[in-house]
């Protein structure tokens, strides 16, 4: 299974930018889709999550500016990120979980004040 990330960039604070994250080869049920980011110096977190379902969870961080969400039929997940600001800069990195956790190459996000 691979998972192909897009849509990083630089953007000044305040601005958007849209993550996509698409999986591909051998699929049978993707559990969980998920965001996790790694800032400079820092260890990853999680940054959002969604079941099969579209039950969300969000980080304290992400809350009301981050929206996930998913495509099942075309097994990608999304994440919409606004109010971005500086602390937001990180690598992104979208995960699937279905028997055990793929990670992709990771996309990353500059947000300049």
């Known amino acids: 299974v691979q998972l192909q990330a897009s849509g990083g960039g630089s953007v000044q604070a305040g601005g958007s930018l849209r993550l996509s994250c698409a999986a591909s080869g051998i699929i049978s049920r993707i559990d969980v889709m998920g965001w996790y980011r790694r800032a400079p110096g820092k260890q990853r977190e999680l940054v959002a999550s969604?079941?099969?379902?579209?039950?969300?969870d969000y980080a304290d961080s992400a809350k009301g500016r981050f929206t996930i969400s998913r495509d099942n039929a075309r097994n990608m997940v999304f994440l919409q990120m606004n109010s971005l600001e500086p602390e937001d800069t990180a690598v992104y990195y979208c995960?699937?979980?279905?028997?055990?956790?793929?990670w992709g190459q990771g996309t990353q996000v500059t947000v300049s004040s």
């Open positions: 995960n699937a979980y279905m028997s055990g956790p793929y």
């Open positions: 969604i079941t099969r379902g579209g039950v969300t």
